[in-house]
């Protein structure tokens, strides 16, 4: 009888066995008698990208704000590293849904503010930002104001500014839907990039399901509000590096969508009948 190969063992470090870089517990927000979301439970591992979806005013802002501190949950508690969160946090990089650049600042100064509050060195902080301006594509526009820039421009902008720190977390709340479907794609891919280089835990909220698949380690779905929570959690098993563009005509990434969509759709529908 031939004996046996033993195969290596190639070790897999599930995002399970890692670090917890974000652990949202039994999380309720409250605002008065309303309560927008109920018992949260989440976790996100240090260099795990989760993408959280869910239907319309289900309460996706309201949690990464309390992940930020900028909101206080009203049971429950968010950690960050280990340490309770119970104010505005340093160590997060926040890219907002809208564009939040100072419009009387110019592309270098806007990004030069991701390190002011960290008291790097004028001529440092001119050197790094400009180093990360390159960095997304902008080397020649750092003088221009924002209303110089296009709005995929504006993007990049945000996105050194929230990067150029280092941040052990990474919030964005829906970055690109303001944006074409090109130019969406083109920022998607860029996210991705700089993210492979240096992975940090990323929580990412969209209305897009492609978008969440495409780019996420990890979908986690929210029930329709009032009292949301999490239905469901779906682990995305396709290789990195991905372009977002041609990920989508993977029958793998069909599959995903088909089941995810099958968890989401019933929300979406109870928040369109709720709102009338
Ligand atoms: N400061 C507030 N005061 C009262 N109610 C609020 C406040 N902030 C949010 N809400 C309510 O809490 C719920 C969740 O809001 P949230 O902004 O988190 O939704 P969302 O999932 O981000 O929605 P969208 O997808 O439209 O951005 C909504 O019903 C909203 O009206
Ligand atoms: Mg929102």
Redesign the pocket.
């Known amino acids: 009888m031939a004996l046996a190969v033993v195969k290596p063992v190639v070790e897999e470090t599930a995002p399970q066995q890692k670090k917890a870089m974000v652990a949202i517990n039994s999380v309720t927000?409250s605002?008065?008698t309303?309560v927008?979301?109920e018992d949260v439970n989440l976790t996100v591992a240090d260099g795990e990208f989760l993408a959280i979806v869910?239907?319309?005013?289900?309460?996706?802002?309201?949690?990464?704000?309390a992940i930020a501190g900028l909101?206080k949950p009203t049971s429950g508690s968010v950690s960050i590293d280990d340490n309770r969160v119970s104010g505005i946090q340093n160590d997060i990089g926040y890219l907002f849904?809208q564009d939040a650049l100072l419009p009387w600042k110019t592309a270098i100064e806007n990004v030069e503010l991701g390190l002011l509050i960290r008291g790097v060195s004028a001529l440092k902080r001119r050197e790094r930002s400009m180093a990360w301006l390159a960095k997304v594509g902008l080397k020649g526009f750092e003088q221009r104001y924002p209303h110089q820039l296009s709005g995929g421009q504006r993007k990049r902008v945000q996105m050194a500014q929230a990067l150029i720190s280092g941040p052990k977390v990474i919030l964005m709340?829906?970055p690109f839907s303001a944006l074409d479907i090109h130019t969406r794609h083109l920022m998607q891919n860029e996210l991705l990039r700089l993210w492979q280089e240096e992975r940090r835990a990323v929580v990412m909220?969209t209305?897009d399901l492609e978008e969440a698949i495409a780019l996420g380690d990890r979908v986690a779905v929210?029930a329709a509000?009032?009292r949301?929570r999490v239905i469901n959690s779906f682990p995305v098993d396709l290789e990195r590096p991905r372009d977002v563009a041609e990920i989508k005509l993977d029958p793998r990434f069909m599959d995903l969508y088909r089941n995810i969509w099958a968890s989401l759709r019933g929300e979406v529908e109870k928040s369109y009948e709720r709102r009338d």
Do not use: R, Y
Request: with cysteine; glycine share 18%.
């Open positions: 927000m605002f008065g309303f927008a979301v869910g239907p319309t005013g289900c309460g996706k802002s309201t949690i990464l704000n909101l849904q709340d829906e909220i209305h929210l509000g009032p949301s």
